[in-house]
T-cell receptor, first 113, second 113 residues
Framework: KQEVTQIPAALSVPEGENLVLNCSFTDSAIYNLQWFRQDPGKGLTSLLLIQSSQREQTSGRLNASLDKSSGRSTLYIAASQPGDSATYLCAVRPWTGANNLFFGTGTRLTVIP | NAGVTQTPKFRVLKTGQSMTLLCAQDMNHEYMYWYRQDPGMGLRLIHYSVGEGTTAKGEVPDGYNVSRLKKQNFLLGLESAAPSQTSVYFC????????????FGPGTRLTVT
């Protein structure tokens, strides 16, 4: 069974700092990987989706990379802002099996003004 | 364009009571999913549907039933609620063709006492 791990569980940084969030998965046979943002008491907002054939995706200040062979993905946030404070989840979709995503437990990010 | 909506937002049940959670999407997506989110654990798939009239079990289906009578709606039922079903429930939807990017609703917080 696919296991997805996100370390650290929580991270605090001062405003303006660049930061990297990590995601690792045990089975490299993935179809794609999605990064989500979750605000307290709210649903999930999709940030970036990387297909298994891609190495990275960028959206504004966000850049996600994928190294399928090593089972790792990173989410890079440039010039962090207090509005970036949220929990960030990564999820992988396997090539086979149920039509679902396997989620990590998330990294709770706090950007200090 | 409301996206994915869920009703109710909050609910408190007593052990043994039943209830139905409603998910609706207006994006004409073929696939719909029900997840639960528990502290310290990633989101886990309960049931999913690949089209009107079809449903399938996910990772944690016990104690739940689902129905997809209309393409835009996906219902999750608890026939006899248990305290272990206290959780936040999320509905999601996606197209039936790649990349299967999932869009999530705001969630339903359910407490079973």
């Amino acid at each position: 069974k696919q296991e997805v791990t996100q370390i650290p569980a929580a991270l605090s940084v001062p405003e303006g700092e660049n930061l990297v969030l990590n995601c690792s998965f045990t089975d490299s046979a993935i179809y794609n990987l999605q990064w989500f943002r979750q605000d307290p008491g709210k649903g999930l907002t999709s940030l970036l989706l990387i297909q298994s054939s891609q190495r990275e995706q960028t959206s504004g200040r966000l850049n996600a990379s994928l190294d399928k062979s090593s089972g790792r993905s990173t989410l890079y946030i440039a010039a962090s802002q207090p509005g970036d404070s949220a929990t960030y989840l990564c999820a992988v979709r396997p090539w086979t099996g149920a039509n679902n995503l396997f989620f990590g437990t998330g990294t709770r990010l706090t950007v200090i003004p | 364009n409301a996206g994915v909506t869920q009703t109710p937002k909050f609910r408190v049940l007593k052990t043994g009571q039943s209830m139905t959670l409603l998910c609706a999407q207006d994006m004409n997506h073929e696939y719909m999913y029900w997840y639960r989110q528990d502290p310290g654990m990633g989101l886990r798939l309960i049931h999913y549907s690949v089209g009107e009239g079809t449903t399938a079990k996910g990772e944690v289906p016990d104690g739940y039933n689902v129905s997809r009578l209309k393409k835009q709606n996906f219902l999750l039922g608890l026939e006899s609620a248990a305290p272990s079903q206290t959780s936040v429930y999320f509905c999601a939807s996606s197209y039936s063709k790649g990349p299967y990017e999932q869009y999530f609703g705001p969630g339903t917080r359910l407490t079973v006492t």
